[in-house]
């Protein structure tokens, strides 16, 4: 069985979580933006989701899994 997470915040987790991830059969995973609070610009976002591409999109390859990234924004961040 193929199984694929289509919904997870990675940035959250650490290397050895997403490690285990991979060992238990996940080929794949979105990943999420995730915010606390609301941003104070819409640069805030676009660095955010520079990063995942740019620097987590990496540290999930390198967990084992192929990485997909969430390009959203929250409602409370419009």
């Given at each position: 069985?193929r199984?694929?997470?289509?919904?997870?915040?990675?940035?959250?987790?650490?290397?050895?979580?997403?490690?285990?991830?991979?060992?238990a059969?996940?080929?794949?995973?979105?990943?999420?933006?995730?915010?606390?609070v609301?941003?104070?610009?819409?640069?805030?976002?676009?660095d955010?989701?520079?990063?995942?591409?740019d620097?987590?999109?990496?540290?999930?390859?390198?967990?084992?899994?192929?990485?997909?990234?969430?390009?959203?924004?929250?409602?409370?961040?419009?």
């Amino acid at each position: 069985m193929r199984l694929f997470d289509s919904h997870t915040h990675s940035h959250l987790r650490g290397f050895e979580e997403l490690q285990s991830m991979a060992a238990a059969g996940i080929e794949g995973l979105v990943t999420c933006a995730f915010i606390p609070v609301k941003p104070s610009a819409a640069a805030t976002l676009t660095d955010l989701f520079r990063w995942l591409v740019d620097e987590e999109a990496g540290r999930v390859h390198k967990a084992g899994m192929r990485p997909l990234i969430a390009v959203g924004v929250h409602p409370r961040c419009i």
